[in-house]
């Protein structure tokens, strides 16, 4: 079993920063790889950014650039540093953790971004 709880959210203006952190509980060594995701209003959701066990990280298009994606294994967190942010980003932010027979998902963080 993994928990995964999500702080940071809030709202931002257009062109501000914001940081994600996902607390990480649970079956650690089982996760191979997490990452975040994101529902905006009256859209279904999708990924936003992934690291691996192995630190590789992949990001959507529309992120790259401006979002960087870590883990701090100390700490056990997942974080997102979100900057340059645009009203675009505003939606709930989730945090998912994946190995070969699981998937566990955050309640998620709500981020809203003023123009």
């Known amino acids: 079993q993994v928990q995964l709880v999500e702080s940071g959210g809030g709202l931002v203006q257009a062109g501000g920063s914001l940081r994600l952190s996902c607390i990480v509980s649970?079956?650690?060594?089982?996760?191979?790889?997490m990452g975040w995701y994101r529902q905006a209003p009256g859209k279904q959701r999708e990924l936003v950014a992934v690291?691996?066990?192995?630190?590789?990280?992949d990001y959507v298009d529309f992120v790259k650039g401006r979002f960087t994606i870590s883990r701090d294994n100390a700490k056990n967190t997942l974080n997102l540093q979100m900057n340059s942010l645009k009203p675009e980003d505003t939606a709930v932010y989730y945090c998912?953790?994946?190995?070969?027979?699981?998937?566990?998902w955050g309640k998620g963080t709500l981020v809203t971004v003023s123009s």
């Open positions: 998912n953790a994946r190995g070969y027979d699981m998937n566990y």
């Open positions: 649970g079956s650690i060594r089982s996760i191979n790889a």
């Open positions: 690291i691996t066990s192995g630190g590789s990280t």
